[in-house]
């Protein structure tokens, strides 16, 4: 079955960086496009950035792009975030998620989160 | 960026009842719409893609509907279990892919 585990989340002073990742299990990484998708406490859901199978599209939300890369090595069946000059409104758990297929947008599968606190 | 506006904001409801969540985009979006269920304490879990279609696993008695701004997830005699928050979101504005703001249903 599918799993997806994120790691990487703690607490951290605003401007900092911290880098999320994301192993995968239970199917073939590089036919699938994956996303990365937020939660703030007690808060809706946010999508935060999408990156096709082979690298070739990156989409990331208004709020986060120039300060988010997101990655991938198909080869590690692992997906990356890094996150720079973070802001205490960065404070969420962080969710990697499987697409449908390559890039139909439909968040199929989720991992258990990563609780990323931004806090002085 | 669509907006997407999901109704009621909250619902108390006895189990066996019948449910029916809408949930409104700023404009057509086709069926590019998908509905997710987030229990207290677990990740989200897609329910419904492309409006209507089932996912496999989901139980029966949900369902989705609609096309272009208007949509609704059903859930037909509601079970104890399905105490949750659900969230319609949209795949097709590029690339800002939003969720509405979630509909928390508490069973009586």
């Known amino acids: 079955q599918v799993q997806l585990v994120e790691s990487g989340g703690g607490v951290v002073q605003p401007g900092g960086s911290l880098r999320l990742s994301c192993a995968a299990s239970g199917f073939t990484l590089r036919n699938y496009g994956m996303h990365w998708v937020r939660q703030a406490p007690g808060k809706g859901l946010e999508w935060l950035s999408f990156i096709r199978n082979d690298e070739s599209d990156v989409y990331y939300r208004e709020s986060v792009r120039g300060r988010f890369t997101v990655s991938r090595d198909n080869s590690k069946n692992t997906l990356y975030l890094q996150m720079n000059s973070l802001r205490p409104e960065d404070t969420a758990v962080y969710y990697c998620v499987k697409d449908w297929a390559l890039a139909a947008i439909i968040f199929e599968s989720w991992g258990q989160g990563a609780l990323v606190t931004v806090s002085s | 960026e669509i907006v997407l506006t999901q109704s009621p904001d909250f619902q108390s409801v006895t189990p066996k009842e019948k449910v029916t969540i809408t949930c409104r985009a700023s404009r057509s979006i086709g069926n590019g719409l998908h509905w997710y269920q987030q229990k207290p304490d677990q990740s989200p879990k897609l329910l419904i893609k492309?409006?209507?279609q089932s996912i496999s696993g989901v139980p029966s008695r949900f369902s989705g509907s609609g096309s272009g701004t208007d949509f609704t997830l059903t859930i037909n005699s509601l079970e104890a279990e399905d105490a949750a928050t659900y969230y319609c979101q949209q795949s097709v504005d590029l690339p800002m892919y939003t969720f509405g703001q979630g509909t928390k249903l508490e069973i009586k």
């Open positions: 492309y409006a209507s």
